[in-house]
């Protein structure tokens, strides 16, 4: 863990080196993330409601997912420039250092930039909490919580696995973006108004609503089911497959060689 | 001790032709070919040695580094290392080998060399004393005192190369693998690279395995030269040994009075225009002694010079002979 924390010192000096170029990501994440904010706005501006859910509702929705996202974006950055690292041959370098290649992907890339995307989310957040008219008991709040760290978890299975998929292909990586980039758009809204089937999709497959809609309609008050608080948690569950999915195109590429 | 027995290593390669519809039909229908980039390789490297590993570009001599340092598994084969199987015990492997790829860099880009140097002590958990004792060290060898406080990213290349090489032996390895650690490099950082290894090699017993496509480096490294070609080890022998296939044939080059050289034999002549001309003897047949004695009775010498054959032509005539 110390190690950990020597090598996000590195990247912090690194990116430092380029003052400007870091402000001006940060400043661009802020500010592309309204676009989507806007897009929430103006529609609730036209319909009021969507599903029968409020603006503010929706926005604890948004702002959690835009959270988790930004969060595991810039912690697990290294898996989602993987393909680039094969390439490079850096993987081979860590294969050279008596430390696990999960450890090196991890410290390889942070993109502290990110910290732009958060802070849109937070701002969002400080505004839908005491609008959106839910009674913050404890458990409301734990179940928020939940959320967002079950949302990291997600992703970065998501990310593990898009990692884990370079060890055999390079073509058609695309599709992945529908699950992280694509989900993180169309995850602000409760994931019931896309319809049973989307729905079931993102319950089973990939656990996008466990920690988005579940819990979501507990914390408004549209279920009174306590446990839907706790399925975030699952998510954590989903990065073990996806991990261990990892492990066997590790072990793959050192019998390949590429 | 490095030993592999018959090692064997194939890549399967997508392959197809040029052009828009054979682009299409390998979207369908992929064709495969295998490349044999190992056949049965076979050596035994003891410690202590310097060790050239020659042959040409795509000949093995990446897959093979590969596999010694961990990085690949072979299909077939044994490779153990100290007693270890490389790739099956990877991190306890690692810890005892330094790697050093001329093409490639581990430092980090944006932060001072001497940042990169710090992180990798964590890294190899080299004690605190140790990691003092192997930087002071290899700061004075290398000399790169000063240029350690700039960032890798504001170096030239043979100040990088001499930084690359004090990164990968920090944690004070066993082994040293270098993969074309002198290519682009001026002369002067080339000598200095290779006084350095010596140096190393002498001192610390450090067991150097270098690949490399300059004779040079193999001439003043190495006392023992593998040659790989086709996947296949063709010649395992000391540079003497390499030598002595191949000096037997001597070129002498003469400046004489007179027009034409008149034929001696047992001497070939290769050039004669005007009074310069170029000679080849068979040392096996006549001594270079006997050869200019005989040269003297027919013409006037004014001037002569011996030549022996190159490293760079022996290594081409090996690999005409080897046929790769």
């Known amino acids: 863990m110390k190690l950990y924390f020597k090598y996000a010192a590195i990247l912090v000096k690194s990116q430092m080196q380029y003052k400007a170029s870091f402000f001006m990501t940060v400043a661009g994440q802020f500010i592309t993330s309204f676009s989507s ?9 036209r319909f009021n409601e969507v599903d029968g859910y409020t603006f503010s509702e929706v926005l604890i929705c948004f702002a959690a997912v835009l959270m988790a996202f ?10 989602d420039t993987f393909p680039q690292l094969i ?9 050279l250092r008596p430390r696990s290649v999960i450890f090196q992907v991890l410290t390889s890339t942070m993109e502290f930039s990110r910290i732009g995307r958060f802070m849109q989310a937070a701002v969002t957040l400080g505004y839908a909490i005491p609008t959106c008219g839910v009674d913050w008991t404890y458990d409301k709040v734990l179940t928020l919580i939940a959320m967002i760290i079950g949302g990291i978890a997600v992703y970065a299975g998501l990310f593990i696995l898009y990692a884990a998929i370079s060890f055999f292909t390079i073509e058609g990586l695309e599709f992945m973006n529908i699950f992280t980039d694509g989900t993180r758009e169309f995850g602000q809204y409760p994931m019931s108004i896309y319809g049973k089937g989307i729905l079931k999709f993102f319950t089973y497959v990939i656990p996008i609503a466990l920690f988005q809609y579940y819990p979501f309609l507990y914390l408004v008050g549209r279920s009174v089911e306590w446990w839907y608080g706790l399925l975030p948690l699952i998510g954590l569950i989903f990065i073990v497959p996806c991990y261990g999915f990892f492990v066997f195109g590790l072990s793959r590429y050192k019998s390949t060689g590429s | 001790m490095i030993e592999l027995s018959n090692v064997n290593k194939t890549f399967k390669v997508a392959k197809r032709n040029a052009g828009f519809t054979e682009a299409v039909k390998a979207l369908f229908m992929k064709k495969y070919e295998y490349i044999h980039a190992l056949n049965d390789v076979t050596f035994t490297i003891r410690d202590g040695e310097t060790v050239g590993y020659i042959g040409p570009n795509g000949a093995g001599k990446s897959s093979t580094i590969k596999i010694m340092s961990g990085i690949m598994a072979p299909d077939s084969g044994e490779c153990v290392i100290d007693g270890r199987v490389p790739w099956k015990d990877r991190k306890a492997h690692v810890k005892e ?8 860099s581990q430092l980090w880009w944006d932060v001072p060399v001497i940042d990169s140097f710090e992180l990798l002590k964590d890294v190899y958990r080299i004690p605190f004393d140790e990691y003092k004792k192997n930087l002071n060290r290899l700061t004075e060898l290398l000399g790169i005192g000063e240029i350690m406080k700039m960032p890798t990213r504001q170096l030239s290349l043979g100040q990088r190369m001499r930084c690359e090489i004090a990164a990968s032996l920090l944690h004070g390895p066993k082994i040293l ?17 290779r006084d350095f290894v010596k140096a190393l090699n002498k001192e610390n017993r450090t067991t150097v395995i270098l690949t490399t496509h300059d004779m040079q480096d193999i001439e003043a490294l190495t006392d023992r030269i593998l040659l790989i070609g086709n996947g296949r080890i063709l010649m395992d022998g000391t540079l003497d040994e390499l030598k002595s296939r191949n000096t037997s044939k001597k070129t002498l080059v003469i400046t004489y009075a007179g027009e034409k050289l008149p034929s001696v034999e047992r001497v070939a002549v290769v050039k004669d225009i005007g009074g310069h001309a170029e000679l080849v003897i068979d040392t096996g047949e006549i001594s270079v002694a006997e050869a200019i004695a005989a040269i003297s009775a027919a013409a006037e010498i004014k001037d002569i010079t ?4 190159t490293v760079d032509e022996m290594v081409v005539s090996l690999y005409k002979e080897f046929k790769i």
């Open chain 2, 97 to 104: 080998i330094g790697v050093v790829f001329g093409q490639r």
């Open chain 1, 87 to 95: 390439k490079s041959g850096s993987l081979d370098r860590m294969l």
């Open chain 2, 177 to 193: 693998f270098l993969d074309e650690p002198t290519i682009g490099l001026d002369a002067v950082s080339k000598i200095a690279v």
């Open chain 1, 37 to 45: 904010f806007f897009a929430v706005y103006f529609l609730f501006d």
């Open chain 1, 70 to 79: 930004s969060m595991a974006e810039c912690f697990l950055r290294g898996f």
């Open chain 2, 306 to 309: 011996v030549q022996g054959t």
